[in-house]
């Protein structure tokens, strides 16, 4: 099929059966996952009333998925990616069935609060260490089960489908804890996981395409080697990981919600969900209209714009100015996903996507995960708002220090 015939229809993915099966289970699994992280960022600040908890929960799943990233991409690509995933899958499974155990009145008679914050924190690390494996695994699937001519096509289509059940996630969370509370909000989890195996079950067995012999280190530094003189792939990574890591707010959102805006679970949830919202309207028009060149120029005006709305969600005190702020600083990380994943995917051969992916997969944890340790620390000695926005600045000060130290960046195009 002809490279422009795709570009003209970005949907032709979709006709592919498999890859149908891939977007769904995903979604759903994703939405299972988003709504965990709305239950344990608000069951953990009601346990602990902690910012610097908050943080923790980041850190402690940060730790192992970094730690074996880089492990996680040379084991990707020796070994068949459907059966690793069904695996992983059973462990997220297994590690809910745990958070599940851990809310119920059995416990919260047993133990104290800090007990059970220090036991969530111990399920997240597992969750934090199996993600460093399934990730890339999904991530290097997608080119396993499209033809190249219309993967942008299905980067695209696979971004909004990871974005719209974020949302979903997020606001199904807040609506749930308030409906149902946090223990019953797990039965509708673990449903959501099981249903998600069951659709990557459907997936084919997937060709294994690293077979030459070499030691775990030199597998693990080509994979390295490719990314770091690949500059595109080096400055997209680099921009998203630092950005993120300063101008994430969500980590601080229970704090938002509850004691600067004072909205409950409902609100909360949709403060969430606010940033995913943006981001599928972005990536939801990029889909239908790609961008049609001066990709790196657009990328950095696009962060530095995410910046500046991390730094308007601070200074607010209306929820709907709030609401709104994430939804623009959303829309702005649209284009990052999208640039960002575009050349991820057309970059990559084959035989390197398990450790490309995973050394990806260490910049987005770093910047999400220590994002958040970071914004939990800072609140805890600078104050919540005052954080926030030195978080916002940071993230318009490392746009204006890539903009004149990484001019290859400025001009990438694809």
Known sequence: MPAPSSKKNPYLALRITE????????????????????????????????????????????????????????????????????????????????????????????????????????????????RSFSGPSMSAMIAQIVSKDILPGAVSLSSAGYLISSILGHATGGFLIAKLGIHNTFYVVLAFIATA?????????????????????????????????????????????????FGGAVALVPVFAKDILHVGPEGFGWLNAATDIGSILTVTFLTLRPLPGKQGRILLFAVGAFGLCIILFALSKLFWLSFAALILSGCMDGVSVIVRSTILQLKTPDELRGRVMSVSSMFINSSNELGQFESGVMAKLLGTVPSVIFGGCMTVGVVITTWFKAPSLRKMEY
């Open 19 to 130: 890859f149908r099966n891939f977007i769904i289970g995903r979604f759903i699994f994703t939405m299972g996952i988003r709504m965990t992280g709305t239950v344990i960022g608000w069951w953990m600040y009601i346990l602990t009333n902690s910012k610097l908890a908050l943080g923790l929960v980041g850190l402690a799943e940060v730790i192992p998925a970094i730690s074996l990233a880089l492990y996680a991409g040379h084991y990707i690509d020796r070994n068949e990616k459907r059966k690793l995933l069904l695996t992983c899958m059973t462990i997220y499974f297994c590690c809910m069935g745990l958070l599940f155990f851990l809310s119920t009145d059995y416990t919260k008679l047993h133990l104290n609060h800090w007990a059970i914050a220090g036991l969530i924190c111990g399920v997240i690390a597992i969750t934090g260490a199996v």
């Open 197 to 245: 195996i069951f659709f990557f079950s459907k997936l084919l067995v997937k060709p294994v395409y690293e077979m030459k012999e070499s030691k775990t280190w030199q597998s693990v530094k080509e994979g390295l080697q490719y990314v770091f003189k690949t500059k595109e792939l080096l400055g997209a990574m680099s921009l998203d990981m630092f950005a993120v890591l």
